[in-house]
Structures are given as C-alpha cells and as structure tokens.
C-alpha cells in the first residue's frame, strides 16, 4: 500500500515547507534522544538549501550482522545455482515468490524496524541485491524511474524518491546528471516520462559520480534523491555492490529531500 500525496507539479515549484529531519516526538524524551542521534550526517550533492536533489545521509543503525550475512548468502545461492554466468542476484517482493527468500524477508523487517521507521514508513522496498564482482554488461545506463518499485511503464503522476541504503562491505558508485528530465526534454534530448529507457545526453553534459560509503557498524549511509527527475545510473566494480533500494511517490510538499 502507497501513500499518495496531493501533486501539483514539478517538485521545485512545490512551496516551501519544514526541513524534513526524522520526527521528534513531543513529550517523550527516549524518543527524542533517539530521534536526534538517528540522522548523523546529511549533505546536499545536488540541489540548494530549498531544493534538495539528491542528498547522502548517514544514520545511526546497527543491523544484526547474522541476518545480514544470511540474506547475502541466500542471494548468493542463488547466484551459484542459477549457473548463466551472472553474478547479481536480487530479492524483488513484488515480482518474486517471497517464499524463495526466507533470510531477505527477514531483512527485509529489520531494515524497516531499524531504519525505514525513523525516516519514513511510507517508503516501498524496490529490492535488497547483491553483485559479486563486475557484471559482463557492466553499464545499465543513465535512466530516469517511472515506477517506485522495478517496473518499466509509469502508472501514476507522482514523482519518485529513491533511497539508496548501501549494506555492503564496498562503496556503491551512482552516476548521474545535474540537469533534470525537464531540462533536458527542453534540450531536445530524448527521454520518456512514462516508460523505462536509456538516456543518452549530449557530450557537452558531464556525467558525475558520487560514492555512498559501505556500512559501517553502527551507522548506514543511504542516498535519498528525485529519482524521477534525475537520471541517473549504478555502476559495478569487481567489488559487486549489496544494496537495499526503496521507493516512494512523493510530491515536493512531504519530502523535501
Ligand atoms: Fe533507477
């Protein structure tokens, strides 16, 4: 079940609102205490002060070792068995039996108990993946979403925030472009708004990179940006990459990122 919030546009004509910082609940000074030390760091890739577009943050988060060991080796076998020669594997609760991933799901819980319920509940689980070195075709290529979780064709008018919570052991590559698909369309260059398909912008626009740092054992860092608006794309090294992705529909107004 999503929440859908009332959308008015593009995310940067939404009017301004509160900061959004993990809620502080009146009267209640443990969860206020945790409330506080739960976002440890927070800085603007792209974007200004009112505008965030992509933003890399750090939480305070110590998940069970074991369970995250179990679901990386249940994608793993999967890896193994599966025997084409790929090396990524990944839990998809909307298009896989989750009855094949047992550990993931349990994960899955934890990842919401600990994390997902301190920034905010109403965002989707997409995957949990997991590479174990670097795939054959090894780019996917930048990309815009048009579905919160992994589907290809746009079915509402929202735009899409992602968050990107590295729980590996390795840096998680992310390129992308600092001009959104508005921009671009007005630039002639080809993009859908609607279905899922490669961009490729003109040699004169630079194609940055950003890292989110692996977890560490007290703290997540997470990438959280307008996945609908910038394009974007993951990159995978030798080092593979485990990560949980998640979406939500969002209009500028709830989720000023
Ligand atoms: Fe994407």
């Known amino acids: 079940m999503y929440f859908l919030f009332s959308f008015s546009g593009h995310p940067s004509s939404a009017k301004a609102t509160t900061r959004r910082l993990p809620i502080v609940f009146k009267n209640n000074i443990n969860a206020i205490h945790l409330n506080l030390l739960m976002l440890l760091e927070r800085k603007i890739i792209l974007g200004t002060e009112n505008d965030h577009r992509i933003v890399l943050e750090k939480y305070a988060c110590e998940l069970s070792v074991n369970k995250l ?59 949990i993946r997991l590479s174990v070195g670097k795939p054959a075709s090894d780019y996917g290529g930048l990309h815009i979403d048009v579905d919160i979780g992994v589907g290809h064709t746009r079915t509402t008018p929202y735009e899409i925030v992602r968050l990107i919570a590295n729980i590996g052991d390795a840096p998680r590559t992310i390129e992308y472009i600092d001009i959104d698909s508005d921009d671009l369309k007005n630039m002639e260059v080809e993009i859908s708004r609607d279905k899922y398909a490669i961009i490729t912008p003109p040699k004169s626009i630079k194609i940055k990179k950003l890292e989110i740092p692996p977890r560490e054992k007290d703290a997540i860092w997470i990438l959280r940006f307008w996945s609908s608006l910038i394009p974007h794309a993951g990159i995978t090294n030798e080092d593979g990459h485990f990560v949980a992705a998640y979406g939500m529909y969002s209009s500028g107004e709830d989720c000023k990122i």
Request: aromatic residues 12%.
């Open 69 to 127: 060991y179990e679901s990386r080796s249940e994608l793993q076998k999967h890896i193994e068995s599966n025997g084409n020669g790929s090396l990524t594997w990944g839990y998809f609760p909307e298009i896989k039996d989750q009855n094949q991933y047992p550990k993931c799901r349990i994960l899955e819980e934890e990842l919401s108990e600990l994390l997902l319920s301190k920034i905010n509940k109403n965002f989707s689980l997409a995957f």
